[in-house]
Nanobody, 125 residues
Framework: EVQLVESGGGLVQAGGSLRLSCAASGFTFDDYTLGWFRQAPGKEREGVSCISSRDGTTYYADSVKGRFTISSDNAKNTLYLEMNSLKPEDTAVYYC??????????????????WGQGTQVTVSS
């Protein structure tokens, strides 16, 4: 059974940092696209950052470039998102996702993802 379990969310002041983790089980990281998405109240879910575990290629949404860093530890089957210089507009539920069906045409594109349960990130001004 595929499971994705996020942790590391919380409340932080603007300018602060958080590190999200996603522990995966039921598959190995070797050859899939993994990523982080977020959904703020009243907004659609959006791709924040994704990585190809095959070749390390990454994607970042324009809104987080230079502030967020995605990484994966294939030996631990864990995905990370380092978030720095956080802004109030980063407030959202953050979801870990895995494209195990090779369904996306591009990193963080639409597809048939497996999802974690989400972790809340709240950035106060």
């Amino acid at each position: 059974e595929v499971q994705l379990v996020e942790s590391g969310g919380g409340l932080v002041q603007a300018g602060g940092s958080l590190r999200l983790s996603c522990a995966a089980s039921g598959f190995t990281f070797d050859d899939y696209t993994l990523g982080w998405f977020r959904q703020a109240p009243g907004k659609e879910r959006e791709g924040v950052s994704c990585i190809s575990s095959r070749d390390g290629t990454t994607y970042y949404a324009d809104s987080v470039k230079g502030r967020f860093t995605i990484s994966s530890d294939n030996a631990k089957n864990t995905l990370y998102l380092e978030m720095n210089s956080l802004k109030p507009e980063d407030t959202a539920v953050y979801y870990c996702a895995a494209d195990l069906l090779y369904s996306t045409g591009r990193l963080c594109g639409p597809g048939a993802y497996y999802w974690g349960q989400g972790t809340q990130v709240t950035v106060s001004s």
